[in-house]
């Protein structure tokens, strides 16, 4: 039997199927290689993939999940027992310019997933969440146990319709589900888009940084490493089917989770982490707030933690150097 890794040329996905080929696992591989960011560095994660350990056990497959049929015909006659889906339409503010793509990946392309599994019969369902669905509460600390009905994003709000979906299923179907809310990831192979890439590249090719809310944001920053320890405990440990209530209230097998460094950083503090890194101070460009952005995330972790003994170990300090490091690598800076 073999898991399936949705969004494997992603970046949490390509370090999931890492992991699992390095213990031995067979791992099927989809991506779509959408263009949202350059897909250059989709192919050479791959690539990475590939020459891993254990890399002849992967098989890659380009489709797109939101398509059924081309899904269907392209998973035809491969044995698959779990699913561990991180790929998504992903990026707040893209989702003011391009909200049909959030729509067609992350709403029909989760269903598509969900009845995957449903005829599939898998053992473990595992997807991504985000910790966007909590919108502008300003009770800090983010809990599982908070209410999630105020999304200031189409992102968001397709997110937390992921985790109303894939409830429905594991009532009516019992299928087992983890959902994981997580937290401003980065590290080696990190999206294009993200702050962390964008302000490491502006600051090492001498360009302005923009800032936005006047740099008063904060984030849950969560290296890789620890996210993909936690993705790999999830998977492991599916939520009985026992009757009794779980992380983010299901009584079906069917448990939410945050995954993040439970450690809120100011974005002047993390630029100034990145500025020592590259040993070159940043230009500012401060910039008030963008439509759908968050002021504050902070993620409590006690359900993951209690129950799986999750534990990230890397704050920025350490995480940022490691990231400048292989950004220098990777584009010859």
């Not at 699992?20 to 960011?37: F, K, M, Q, S, T």
């Not at 992102?155 to 299928?175: G, P, Q, W």
Request: charge should be negative; aromatic fraction near 10%.
């Amino acid at each position: 039997m073999a898991l399936l890794v949705t969004g494997v040329a992603g970046f949490i996905g390509s370090y999931v199927a890492r992991l699992l080929l390095a213990r031995g696992e067979h791992v099927i591989g989809i991506d779509n290689l959408d263009p949202y960011y350059p897909v250059q560095i989709k192919r050479d994660r791959l690539a990475w993939i590939a020459g891993s350990a254990g890399g002849e056990n992967f098989r890659f497959h380009e489709v797109d999940f939101a398509d059924e049929q081309a899904l269907d015909a392209a998973l035809a006659g491969e044995d698959i027992d779990r699913i561990v889906h991180v790929g998504a339409q992903a990026g707040v503010r893209y989702s003011l310019q391009n909200p049909r793509a959030y729509i067609r990946s992350n709403i029909a392309g989760h269903v598509n997933m969900l009845e995957l599994a449903r005829a599939r019969q898998v053992k473990h369902l595992v997807y991504a969440s985000s910790s966007s669905v909590y919108g502008a509460t300003k009770s800090l600390p983010f809990r599982v146990e908070d209410r999630t009905d105020w999304p200031i994003s189409l992102y968001a709000a397709t997110k937390r319709s992921d985790e109303l979906m894939s409830e429905t299923y594991a009532h009516l179907f019992r299928i087992p589900q983890t959902g994981l809310r997580f937290f401003t990831v980065y590290g080696p192979w990190g999206r294009p888009d993200m702050a962390v890439w964008l302000f490491t590249d502006a600051i090492l090719n001498e360009r302005p940084i923009t800032v936005f809310n006047e740099g008063r944001m904060q984030r849950d920053f969560t290296y890789i490493d620890d996210i993909v320890a936690g993705v790999i405990a999830c998977l492991d440990n599916p939520p009985p089917d026992d009757g009794l209530e779980k992380a983010g209230g299901s009584f079906s097998p069917h448990r939410v989770y945050n995954i993040g460094n439970h450690r809120s950083e100011e974005l002047d503090t993390l630029i100034s982490t990145i500025e020592e890194a590259c040993g070159r101070k940043a230009v500012r460009d401060y910039q008030p707030m963008q439509p759908g952005d968050v002021p504050a995330t902070y993620a409590d972790i006690s359900a993951i933690s209690g129950d799986l003994g999750f534990k990230p170990s890397t704050p920025i300090s350490v995480g940022i150097p490691r990231w400048v490091e292989w950004y220098r690598q990777y584009t010859g800076l």
